[in-house]
């Protein structure tokens, strides 16, 4: 049986774990040939393949596109998921953390897609999805340096959809709220009372839940689509409701 993503080539950063990992094997699953880039590709096995990538080396970056690249026969679709978390008000990271967070989560999007681009320009069915946050949109307590940084996301998602929609390149992101991923169990770790901060995430979010990398994944998946063949200039939010929705408290 057909599927929808038969023989187009995809290659996704930051996808050996989490969100990442979640969408690299979905792309599969629907029929595409999938490269992933991540700092530590060796947990990444058949039918994905991994390369050693580091987002905020444009060296590093442009070797693996292009090995990627000459392995899959091209590329088609570009998930740009490679991230870092930071929290703090704007007093609490130094300028070397603010350089090294939106060097990671805002340039290693501007390097990878830069390094893709000449792929995606001879792609019949060319489409880059960025993976953004609630963070861009939602005022979180603690979250300066990654609000900043995912707000910047979301600007360059659309700049980017102007720049290359008469290329036949399509851009997107998605906006996931807090996703249950070992990222967010590595910072709930840290946390005084992991539990309690758990049930705070959980609450925040107006489902009552965190939200899943699959569903996210499927989020990505479909604007990486032929389905979605009319979409550009979007942030699809796969947040639970927290984005639009203003609930009264419970009970009321």
Do not use: F
Request: glycine content about 10%; some cysteine.
């Amino acid at each position: 049986m057909m599927s929808e993503l038969d023989g187009l080539k995809a290659l996704v950063t930051g996808g050996a774990s989490g969100i990442g990992r979640a969408t690299a094997e979905l792309l599969a699953a629907r029929g595409a040939l999938v490269a992933v880039l991540d700092l530590d590709p060796s947990s990444v096995d058949k039918p994905l393949r991994g390369y050693a990538a580091d987002v905020s080396d444009d060296t590093s970056v442009r070797s693996a596109v292009t090995a990627a690249a000459d392995d899959l026969g091209g590329i088609d679709i570009l998930v740009n998921n490679a991230g870092i978390g930071a929290a703090g008000t704007v007093a609490d990271n130094d300028d070397a953390e603010w350089h090294r967070v939106l060097d990671v989560n805002v340039l290693g999007i501007v390097r990878t897609t830069r390094a893709a681009l000449p792929l995606l320009r001879a792609s019949a069915h060319a489409a880059v999805v960025n993976t953004c946050s609630i963070a861009a949109t939602a005022g979180l307590p603690q979250r300066a340096l990654y609000s900043a940084s995912k707000g910047a996301v979301q600007a360059l998602t659309l700049a980017m959809a102007a720049d290359h929609v008469r290329e036949g390149i399509r851009v997107n992101c998605v906006n996931p709220g807090t996703a249950d991923t070992p990222w967010v169990g590595r910072l709930l770790d840290r946390a005084d009372d992991p539990a309690a901060e758990r049930a705070a995430l959980n609450a925040r979010q107006p489902m009552g839940r965190l939200v899943t990398a699959d569903e996210v994944a499927a989020a990505i998946v479909y604007l990486a689509s032929p389905a979605a063949a009319s979409v550009t200039g979007t942030a699809l939010a796969v947040d639970g409701g927290m984005q639009g929705l203003r609930l009264r408290p419970a009970g009321q």
